[in-house]
């Protein structure tokens, strides 16, 4: 800023050669002040930073499908780029190699989607690949997937941290979900998943 300042000083005294240089100094910040204001009126800002982190308080419906923020979707295939940025032009972060990982989308640009991992990383991946199937990833400690929904109720199996499955229903605050998983089908706590909003409802 000082440089640019002793430019439109040299500036002034050229085109006002009888001004002292205190004058000129003087003309400089005026100059300086106007031409941030005329910034401020044409909306013009510094380039934005290139975080990977979604704005706090940002959307609660995505700007280009119009369907509620946070909502969750799933990995389409077994090789994801997640990136920097919304676009082929940002590098590669993370490379997912879990076909239907759940993911939690937090906001929409155009075609890319900006995701929460079941671990909390974040970053960006183009929209076609991803898909709409809901399902869930065991965190925490191991789960039993129930034959009824209740603590009491037969095993059908135990899930290992870190298994994928898919979740066919799941009533509004309820505490057990209708889910599958390798050929087995049962109840989960909600508690036991990663893969959906706390008091969320899932129709089968």
Known sequence: ???LRR???CLASSIWP???RRTCLCAAAVLLVLAGGLGSALGMQPPASRSTTAPPGGPTIGTDTGLKLPRFAALRSGTVNLRRGPGLRYPIEWVLRRRFL???ILREFQDWRFLRLPDGTKGWVHRALLIGRRG???VGSTAAL???PRSGA???ALLQPGVIGRLL???AASVWCRAAVAGHAGYLRRTAVWGLLPAEAIAG
């Open 102 to 104: 759940p993911v939690e």
């Open 18 to 20: 009888g001004w002292d």
């Open 7 to 9: 430019v439109l000083a």
């Open 146 to 148: 129930r034959r009824a």
């Open 1 to 3: 800023m000082p440089r």
């Open 169 to 171: 229903n799941c009533p």
């Open 136 to 138: 869930f990833i065991v």
């Open 154 to 156: 037969h095993a059908a």
